[in-house]
């Protein structure tokens, strides 16, 4: 069982209807998208806290979750708000490069820290969703709304591999740490590049063995899902 799975069975709401956690979920990417920037903050605070309550997991361990993530989204926001400029008044402590001058852009720096928040609040939520609803819940709730069986069988895989993949990480990166690959700037990269050398390997590994799985159990193209008792 995945750990994400062993919240989603066992927290304080998991009784609560599915249909009515989507309805939140959704409440909560609405206003992630939203102008207001504090609207978002205190979301952020309401459904991190929430989150914590519900699966009783510790604020060390939730932040372990964002491990995958803040990679993407600290290289999203850099290549917003670094750029070149012709004048050095555009730019925040410039630097003078081929003519024009580099560093953090006065007009995209808002914007940048902008999407941070919007993305950070729109994560939180999405944890929310799914450390407290069971995943055949989810896709009994996909099913009810009619969405398009090809859809729910894409969601279903995304879902197995997305947090096998994050599972996976946080496996590789802990034995790393463990055997002091860390220590150093250099031995960090060097340990970073064989992280992604062995999630690679890794995916490639439960692939097959989902492929096998499906042999095994006669897979015809269509994934079953029973209707909740």
């Not at 504090?38 to 964002?66: D, E, Q």
């Not at 590049?193 to 062995?198: A, D, E, I, R, S």
Request: proline letters at 4%.
């Amino acid at each position: 069982m995945l750990v994400i799975d062993k919240y989603a069975y066992s927290n304080r709401i998991v009784k609560w209807s599915p249909k009515l956690k989507g309805l939140l979920w959704l409440l909560g990417i609405v206003l992630a998208f939203q102008p207001i920037i504090p609207i978002k903050l205190v979301l952020i605070v309401v459904v991190v806290w929430h989150t914590l309550y519900a699966t009783k997991m510790s604020g060390r361990v939730y932040l372990h979750w964002f491990y995958a993530i803040l990679p993407f989204l600290l290289l999203s926001i850099i290549g917003i708000v670094f750029t070149m400029a012709p004048k050095a008044s555009q730019i925040y402590y410039p630097i003078h490069m081929f003519g024009n001058y580099f560093g953090v852009s006065k007009v995209m720096l808002p914007k940048g820290l902008r999407l941070g928040v919007q993305v950070s609040t729109a994560v939180v939520c999405t944890y929310w969703f799914a450390l407290t609803t069971p995943f055949q819940q989810i896709i009994l709730t996909l099913k009810a709304i009619h969405m398009p069986s090809l859809m729910i069988e894409e969601v279903m895989l995304m879902y197995r591999f997305i947090f096998i993949f994050i599972e996976a990480c946080e496996q590789i990166y802990r034995a790393q740490k463990l055997r002091l690959g860390y220590r150093t700037f250099r031995l960090s990269m060097h340990s970073v590049g064989v992280l992604v050398k062995m999630l690679f390997e890794q995916v490639m590994i439960d692939y097959q063995q989902m492929v096998y799985a499906l042999d095994a159990k006669l897979y015809d193209g269509e994934f079953k899902v029973g209707e909740d008792d």
